[in-house]
């Protein structure tokens, strides 16, 4: 159990690393709007964090399952595309939901995040999906506290999705952070309360709810991202939290 919890040197360094990263989402944010392409937004996304003395997490990381390394700085993905979409040439539109996941080495300490932002004229099935996934993160973030156990984080998101009348995405999790981008313990997105690995003090986690408009059924391409299986919308949030003795405290806002 010791072994994840972090000492206050390596949280100081995710700290500053997360500090880079919500300010590099603000401003891809800010920039995503029809017209504007994929690929630009990872190139401006490596622009900002190398110009702030970080580097891409993601550039070349490969995770488990995938066939080769990551080859950019951002996952994109858009619409039925839930998780690790490949940066391109496609231009955003209109209507699009758009999924930017993002993380941030600075002198070794990791930080990830992710947030989902609806382009130009969204209808209204998407905006309430966006809503409740940002909704479901603020629910397993209030449960991610020392005393609490990774059962009652996936409780807390998967109550808020399944109240809407959406399905969390099968077999995507979050996960543990800070000196790796993947670490234990795995933080599932359902759960009952109670069970599971106990939070403790010290412990930095990210917890991503992956949450589609129809079937809970995802589907691996080619290129490794993860799609919906009947081709409906998803939305994706995530933080990285740290676990105090007062409550989870949201590193990358």
């Not at 500090?19 to 401003?27: C, F, Y």
């Not at 940066?87 to 209507?95: D, I, M, N, T, V």
């Not at 991610?144 to 077999?171: H, L, P, Y």
Request: glycine letters at 12%; charged letters at 20%.
């Amino acid at each position: 159990m010791t072994s994840y919890v972090k000492t206050e040197e390596e949280i100081q360094r995710i700290r500053r690393s997360a500090k880079i990263l919500a300010a590099v989402l603000r401003r891809l944010t800010a920039v995503s709007a029809p017209g504007v392409t994929l690929i630009e937004l990872d190139t401006m996304a490596r622009g900002l964090i190398e110009t702030a003395g970080g580097k891409p997490a993601f550039l070349n990381y490969r995770p488990y399952g995938a066939s080769k390394g990551f080859p950019f700085t951002l996952c994109a993905s858009v619409n039925n595309v839930i998780v690790h979409g490949l940066p391109s040439g496609y231009a955003l539109k209109s209507g699009d939901l758009l999924k930017l996941d993002l993380g941030v080495d600075w002198e070794g300490g990791i930080s990830d995040s992710a947030i989902t932002i609806p382009i130009g004229r969204v209808d209204s099935e998407g905006l309430r999906l966006t809503k409740v996934t940002k909704l479901a993160l603020r629910e397993g973030i209030r449960a991610a506290k020392d005393g609490n156990k990774i059962g009652d984080i996936g409780f807390a998101i998967e109550r808020a999705a399944s109240a809407a009348g959406f399905k969390v995405a099968e077999g995507l999790t979050g996960h543990g952070v800070g000196n790796e981008l993947h670490e234990e313990p795995t933080i599932y997105n359902y759960g009952k309360p109670h069970t599971g690995v106990p939070l403790k003090n010290g412990m930095v986690i990210a917890i991503e709810p992956m949450i589609n408009i129809g079937s809970a059924a995802i589907k691996q391409l080619k290129d490794d991202s993860y799609v919906t299986a009947d081709g409906s919308l998803s939305a994706h949030f995530e933080h990285t939290v740290l676990i105090t003795r007062t409550g989870g405290e949201v590193l990358s806002a």
